[in-house]
């Protein structure tokens, strides 16, 4: 009897929440036998298992881990300069600077698509410390272009200047 009264109880929240219309609820639905209940959506099932204290196991929703680089790329896209900072102490190899993304974005790339000039500074002082700036301020991406030509495409007249400034530097 127990079951019957607790069946009941989540139909009627099933209704309350609209997930189920009335002929289901009294068991009158010629599509649907009485007793089942038909749940319109994934989403609301999930819902329903959250309101009444359902757990699922989350199998294969674990959060994907993302690498050393992946976190880097996504510092400077964001700028963060801090958290920038803070990979390249703990990841203090050239290659890790040297990193590309899929499209061959280096790092000076991905600052100077984020347009922020204080990140393209940070970027660029850490190359000129580690001196890397040569090798990698004139890379080309998959698209055949600088971070110079694309600060050129962005009309980002400080960033280009701030590469120009640092083109010399690293020559000198």
Request: with cysteine; net charge positive.
């Amino acid at each position: 009897m127990r079951s019957k009264v607790i069946g009941t109880q989540v139909k009627i929240l099933y209704l309350l929440l609209g997930l189920i219309s009335m002929p289901v609820l009294a068991g009158k639905s010629a599509k649907i036998p009485s007793g089942m209940i038909m749940i319109k959506t994934a989403q609301s099932q999930t819902l329903i298992k959250r309101k009444l204290g359902i757990e699922e196991p989350d199998i294969g929703k674990q959060p994907i881990k993302k690498s050393p680089k992946d976190r880097l790329f996504e510092a400077i896209k964001h700028d963060q300069a801090a958290k920038f900072k803070k990979l390249i102490n703990a990841n203090p190899s050239n290659e890790f600077l040297a990193s590309e993304d899929d499209q061959k974005n280096t790092i000076v790339h991905v600052a100077v698509l984020g347009g922020n000039t204080r990140m393209v500074k940070t970027v660029l002082e850490h190359l000129i410390a580690k001196e890397m700036i040569k090798q990698i301020v004139n890379k080309k991406n998959k698209k055949e272009q600088t971070a110079h030509d694309i600060a050129c495409k962005q009309n980002n007249v400080a960033i280009q200047e701030l590469l120009e400034v640092y083109k010399v530097l690293s020559n000198g």
